[in-house]
């Protein structure tokens, strides 16, 4: 069995992740998987989630913990392993490191969305929350678009200036600017993606602020959290999820759901996007994705792959 670490996992190409994740998608329309409702246990303001997924050849189980208070100690909100096994014998191939896989996964599903959702031409970008997840999100989206301005909005503004001062050195072409102001940011942006935990909007509820331009929430993952104002979801003509499960999970989709601000019906999986190409041309789009246990199994499973290949990882008695 291997052991798959961080620091190989961040070796691993983002072409490779991505098509794992748009794998997952094609999955989706097949239908060619098990995933049961993830299992969420709450201890205060802490989150336990537990994710299985089977498919062909493999299936995952992911633990994950979600502690929004590791930030006081200067560690990281999410952490987690990941355990790859045989579909046909149960056996178990592989432990991950849970965050970093989520990490690059949900980038990923992020860097998909840019690239469905936005024109290629993109420019200009911002995203709220300086964390990891933000990180990753702005990887991907500088995979899939050539950003020349990319704002970077957090209360705590020297995560925001970290972050900055590591996307310029890994990417020279792109020029950050940091704010304590969301809506500020939303105003500069074309692209706006959360990846936070608020459980109020971070910007406001203006109609005016939000049309024409394409909204990715990330972060929200429990029915109390909400990242952007009704506006968003009332003003997109396209309303995207990667599961439907986002509508029982996501404060973003199930509290406009239950105020009548947005009708079920207008909300649409993703992976259709993937079959029927939408027209970007002066629209306003809302993609809401709450990950799900296939993304981890199919790039669990192309890391997994890869990590025979290129043998990296360790050997573990078993």
Known sequence: MLFIGKKDIRTIGQEVIQSAVKKAYALVLSKAFTMPDRTHVQDGENTLLLMPCFSDGFFATKLVSVFPGALKYDQ????GVLVLADNRTGQ???IMD???IT????????????????????ETAGILGAGVQGFSQARYLLFNRPIKKLWIGDLNLKAADKMAQTIE????????VT??????LVKASQLIIAATTSRQPLFTNDIALVKGKTFISIGSFRPDMKE?????????????????FAAKE????????ENKVVESRKIQLFADLLKTPVSLENKTFFFKSVGMALFDLTVASAVYQLALKEKLGQSLDF
């Open 92 to 94: 178990p191939l592989a």
């Open 98 to 100: 849970g965050a970093a």
């Open 169 to 176: 050195s890994q990417f020279p072409k792109v020029s950050c």
């Open 228 to 244: 952007f104002p009704d506006a968003v979801i009332s003003t997109a003509d396209h309303v995207v999820v990667d599961t439907f």
């Open 250 to 257: 996501s404060g973003d989709i199930c509290i406009p759901l």
């Open 179 to 184: 704010t304590d102001n969301s809506e500020e």
């Open 103 to 122: 990490a690059e996964r949900t980038g990923a599903v992020g860097g998909l969305g840019v690239d469905l959702l936005t024109p290629k031409t993109l």
């Open 76 to 79: 990281p909100v999410v952490n």
